[in-house]
């Protein structure tokens, strides 16, 4: 599933993810499962035809990605995996930080985050000039819908098939997502 919200220059993408890392750290072994929610850049293209006709929109690349996850044989709810990428390098993530508060109160500390979208950008290192001001009163608007959507997501992650997609049990590095 993914859901997409846009705004003027950015957007919001959430989605659920089935992850097998090929190359875990140490403690990080094993199935993930969870929701991703990252920002991304938007572009609204020129229209292809007349005036009622659909403008293409590209969802371009990131530039914040938190992942909700949790380990498949571990206790639902319990964020064990959980961790935010504050810098992207291109497409690349940046390193995983585990937050102790992201981990006991998720979707506190992303409507936090979300609503702040200033704070995200300098942590980010990427300039203000990127976003504009609809693009901050937009977010800071929906942050109470986009935390409900990931509730929601994760409610459905977690009352899902365990063993993820075919084959995924025998398989040493799996993705299954959008995003």
């Known amino acids: 599933m993914l859901y997409l919200f846009g705004f003027d220059r950015i957007g919001v993408a959430v989605s659920d993810i089935y ?6 750290l140490e403690g990080q072994e094993g199935a ?12 609204s293209g020129e229209l292809k035809g007349s005036i009622y006709s659909s403008r293409p929109i590209t969802v371009d690349r990131p ?7 949790e380990s498949v ?9 959980t961790h935010h ?7 690349e993530p940046g ?9 006991q109160e998720p979707l506190k500390w992303l409507g936090e985050r979300l609503a702040d979208l200033e704070g995200v950008l300098d942590e980010a290192g990427v300039g203000r000039d990127e976003v504009s001001p609809a693009d ?17 997501l994760l409610d459905t992650v977690r009352t899902a098939d365990p063993g993820g997609p075919a084959g995924a049990e025998s398989a040493t590095s799996v993705r299954a997502s959008w995003l």
């Open 32 to 43: 993930e499962r969870g929701v991703r929610l990252e920002l991304r850049r938007l572009e």
């Open 85 to 91: 990428h504050p810098g992207v390098k291109g497409w």
């Open 19 to 24: 992850f097998v890392d090929p190359n875990p």
């Open 136 to 152: 901050v009163t937009g977010l800071r608007e929906r942050t109470p819908e986009i935390v409900e959507t990931v509730a929601r």
């Open 73 to 81: 044989t571990g206790t639902p709810g319990s964020f064990d995996r």
């Open 63 to 69: 530039i914040w990605r938190v992942d909700l996850l």
């Open 95 to 103: 390193r995983r930080v585990f937050d102790e508060r992201l981990s």
